[in-house]
């Protein structure tokens, strides 16, 4: 079971939250341990590891992937064609 509440946050903290109530293990780059998460407010009973995963992670921009049990945070992508910056 997992139970998240959270105005605003990092993902850094909800990492370790998710670790100390469901048990898995994170990865991910020091750059990202401050990443904000706000308004992240979660409870799920017997839910699927890629559930909890989706719901916590996508809507905030994380992209997860599970590696040999250890799931991988990584910032998404930005969608669409890009475009070279002008100076």
């Given at each position: 079971d997992l139970k998240l509440s959270y105005s605003r946050t990092t993902l850094k903290?909800?990492?370790d939250a998710i670790t100390q109530q469901v048990g898995i293990v994170f990865s991910y780059e020091i750059a990202l341990a401050d990443y904000?998460?706000?308004n992240l407010?979660?409870?799920e009973q017997g839910a699927a590891l890629d559930a909890i995963l989706k719901t916590v992670f996508t809507p905030r921009g994380i992209d997860y992937r599970v590696v040999d049990k250890v799931v991988v945070l990584t910032r998404s992508a930005p969608s669409g064609p890009l475009r070279p910056r002008r100076r």
């Open positions: 903290t909800v990492a904000p998460m706000e407010y979660v409870t």
